[in-house]
């Protein structure tokens, strides 16, 4: 799914961050978005942290990027995160059916479930890279 969000930078509420695409910045990713979403005193911050965590652990392991951005805005009672690598991986990303075995391939299913909507592309002109996005209502 496609559809872009609004542009974070019209809106007030407006954080963003990047780190190293390593396991290790996951909960770092967690903490940042956690406080965040307190001082702006938006209720919805445990679902959102779950989708971030989803979303950055899946750039770390998919994306073979150096940083992994990630950007929080409010709009129209909704609160957006958009995560963006800079990795090679070009292509759709799509929710996939993970067996019952399986220890991963659940993250975009969960994301799709909390968020109102969500979208994912190319997060560089001519392709290469992933930026997805998610709303979550606050």
Not at 20 to 49: K, N, Q
Request: hydrophobic fraction near 40%; aromatic fraction near 6%; charged fraction near 20%.
């Amino acid at each position: 799914m496609r559809l872009n969000p609004p542009v974070p930078r019209q809106y007030p509420s407006h954080a963003a961050f990047h780190l190293p695409a390593e396991d290790t910045a996951v909960c770092e990713a967690r903490r940042r978005v956690r406080a965040i979403l307190h001082g702006w005193s938006v209720p919805c911050g445990d679902d959102m942290v779950l989708v971030v965590s989803e979303l950055f652990t899946n750039a770390v392991r998919h994306s073979g990027s150096d940083t992994i951005d990630v950007a929080l805005w409010t709009a129209d009672k909704l609160v957006y995160v958009e995560v963006t690598d800079r990795g090679c991986a070009t292509g759709d990303l799509a929710p996939r059916q993970a067996e019952l075995d399986d220890e991963g391939g659940r993250g975009l299913m969960l994301v799709e479930a909390l968020a109102v909507r969500w979208g994912a592309g190319s997060a560089q002109p001519g392709g290469g890279g992933h930026a997805v996005w998610a709303a979550l209502p606050c």
